[in-house]
């Protein structure tokens, strides 16, 4: 089993015992009405920051993983290693166009961002490793491997949900763009779109020379053999 195989095991039983563990919890007791509007009057006094200091920090706090907005490259990434991934997939993929390009650094971009998904998680499970290295000391080794991993899991069960909805979604974009990008390519080799009759009016189909209809021959005139007498 692979370590991201045993990190899945480990979040799956991560889940089941924190389950458990919320249901042998005695249920709160209900909010008082007033409580309830001291809550709501406490909210009002927290509306994000006013001044343009406060608002540009907080519209940079993206950067902390740079899996989302415009920022892709984080302080500490190695801009020469971006660099040759995207000048390797120029060459690869060949654009040529201004939009073809943008989709190919778009593709480099988001496979930045897969990779970096898998860094953040691998180090997420380290850290809880040397948290917990004491504990369960009791345990036979190979339990006591799922059961850190459990723990670290318990511990940033949030961040490491984000990762994984982070995943999917870039997933996703990545298929669009490749998509896109074949699409362009493919009309820029001499092919068209056409409707298709039997489809929806936005659906199309891709034709090119190749598979497009034979030209039906000319008419020749008939031999003397063949013409009516």
Same mark, same amino acid.
């Given at each position: 089993?692979?370590?991201?195989?045993?990190?899945?095991?480990?979040?799956?039983?991560?889940?089941?015992?924190?389950?458990?563990?919320?249901?042998?919890?005695?249920?709160q007791?209900?909010?008082?009405?007033?409580?309830?509007?001291?809550?709501?009057?406490?909210?009002? &006094?927290? $509306?994000?920051?006013?001044?343009?200091?406060? +608002?540009?920090?907080? *519209?940079?706090? #993206? %950067?902390?993983?740079?899996? /989302?907005?415009?920022?892709?490259? &984080?302080? $500490?990434?190695?801009?020469?290693?971006?660099? +040759?991934?995207?000048e *390797?997939?120029? #060459? %690869?993929?060949?654009?040529? /166009?201004?939009?073809?390009?943008? &989709?190919?650094?778009?593709?480099?971009?988001?496979?930045? +961002?897969?990779?970096?998904?898998?860094?953040?998680?691998s180090?997420?499970?380290?850290?809880?490793?040397?948290?917990?290295?004491?504990a369960?000391?009791?345990?036979?080794?190979?339990?006591?491997?799922?059961?850190?991993?459990?723990?670290?899991?318990?511990?940033?069960?949030?961040?490491?949900?984000?990762?994984?909805?982070?995943?999917a979604?870039?997933?996703?974009?990545?298929?669009?763009?490749?998509?896109?990008?074949?699409?362009?390519?493919?009309?820029?080799?001499?092919?068209?779109l056409?409707?298709i009759?039997?489809?929806?009016?936005?659906?199309?189909?891709?034709?090119?020379?190749?598979n497009?209809?034979?030209?039906?021959?000319?008419?020749?005139?008939?031999?003397?053999?063949?013409?009516?007498?």
């Amino acid at each position: 089993m692979s370590n991201r195989a045993e990190r899945r095991e480990a979040e799956r039983l991560a889940r089941k015992l924190a389950y458990q563990e919320a249901r042998n919890k005695q249920p709160q007791s209900p909010i008082s009405e007033a409580q309830l509007n001291a809550n709501r009057a406490n909210a009002q &006094l927290s $509306t994000g920051p006013s001044s343009a200091a406060g +608002r540009e920090t907080s *519209s940079r706090n #993206a %950067l902390k993983t740079g899996l /989302t907005g415009r920022t892709v490259l &984080l302080p $500490t990434d190695d801009i020469a290693e971006y660099n +040759r991934r995207l000048e *390797s997939a120029l #060459a %690869l993929r060949a654009p040529q /166009t201004e939009q073809e390009q943008t &989709l190919v650094q778009s593709l480099v971009d988001t496979d930045w +961002r897969l990779d970096r998904i898998v860094t953040l998680e691998s180090a997420i499970y380290l850290k809880g490793a040397l948290e917990f290295a004491d504990a369960h000391a009791d345990q036979p080794e190979a339990h006591r491997k799922a059961l850190i991993q459990a723990e670290t899991y318990l511990k940033y069960e949030k961040p490491l949900r984000n990762l994984n909805i982070q995943e999917a979604r870039l997933q996703r974009q990545r298929t669009k763009t490749l998509a896109e990008l074949k699409d362009l390519q493919e009309v820029g080799q001499g092919g068209s779109l056409q409707p298709i009759g039997n489809r929806p009016p936005n659906g199309f189909e891709f034709s090119t020379p190749f598979n497009a209809p034979a030209a039906a021959e000319p008419n020749t005139p008939s031999s003397p053999d063949t013409q009516p007498r």
